[in-house]
Nanobody, 121 residues
Framework: QVQLVESGGDLVQTGRSLRLSCEVL????????MAWYHQVPGKQRELVCR???????EYGDSVKGRFTCFRDDSKYTLWLQMYSLKPEDSGVYLC???????????????WGQGTQVTVSA
């Protein structure tokens, strides 16, 4: 069974940095687009960054210049390096990936459970 496993969420002070990771596990044939989303209760899920296999990342407006998104296709892993964190960056960060399972030609979107980031003022 394909799973996305996120880690790295923590409680940090304003201005500090944090690195999140998302690993795609299971019978994976290939991984296409990978992305991080930010979820806050009562608000729409917001794109943080998206990066295609072998491609360059694109970022949401609220994180441009502060966050960096990168991936290792040999490890099916996506990272999110977060700098200059603000209280409004608090929330659950969810990983999303388009995955083709082994011995299959079909692609499906998968989501992780999310990792909690809390930035104190």
């Amino acid at each position: 069974q394909v799973q996305l496993v996120e880690s790295g969420g923590d409680l940090v002070q304003t201005g500090r940095s944090l690195r999140l990771s998302c690993e795609v596990l299971g019978p994976v044939g290939d991984v296409g687009d990978m992305a991080w989303y930010h979820q806050v209760p009562g608000k729409q899920r917001e794109l943080v960054c998206r990066i295609a296999e072998g491609g360059l990342p694109e970022y949401g407006d609220s994180v441009k210049g502060r966050f960096t998104c990168f991936r290792d296709d040999s490890k099916y892993t996506l990272w999110l390096q977060m700098y200059s964190l603000k209280p409004e960056d608090s929330g659950v960060y969810l990983c999303n990936a388009d995955v083709r399972r082994e011995f299959s030609f079909s692609w499906y979107p998968y989501w992780g459970q999310g990792t909690q980031v809390t930035v104190s003022a």
